[in-house]
């Protein structure tokens, strides 16, 4: 297989970006890749998980190899988006809180100045 062809393969270049980012491998964990079609690839037979999955690509060159995994990123990266999503949906709620109070009290400073504005009024 081509370089080009290992390219275009569909979820290489998702999985090169994803996993460093995130700093997890395959879904469920590092072990998807074991028997999977992944692995099934000529050039993978010696690999264990894809180099995406090494956690320094750049010193070690086959943390990749079967006997290296605690150079692997070990969580799968469903598990690190799930917790992405609780903490985006907490801060979410937290901010919906924070703008409900900031809408309660600029009511209630509308509310005053009306009752001191007709006090006013009233007074003359």
């Not at 590092?30 to 692995?39: H, I, N, P, Q």
């Not at 690190?80 to 985006?88: E, G, I």
């Not at 949906?89 to 703008?99: E, F």
């Amino acid at each position: 297989m081509s370089s080009l062809q290992r390219e275009i393969r569909p979820g290489t270049r998702c999985k090169r970006s994803l996993h460093p980012a995130r700093k997890c491998c395959g879904i469920n964990g590092s072990a998807d890749f074991l028997g999977s079609t992944w692995a099934d690839y000529e050039e993978n037979l010696y690999n264990a998980v894809p180099r995406s999955c090494c956690k320094n690509e750049s010193k070690l060159d086959k943390c990749e190899i079967e006997g290296l995994w605690s150079q692997i990123y070990q969580v799968g990266c469903q598990a690190v988006f799930s917790r992405a999503l609780l903490k985006l949906a907490s801060q979410t709620r937290l901010r919906l809180v924070l703008v409900s109070l900031a809408e309660s009290c600029l009511l209630i400073l509308f509310l005053i100045e009306v009752v001191i504005w007709k006090r006013n009024v009233f007074a003359r």
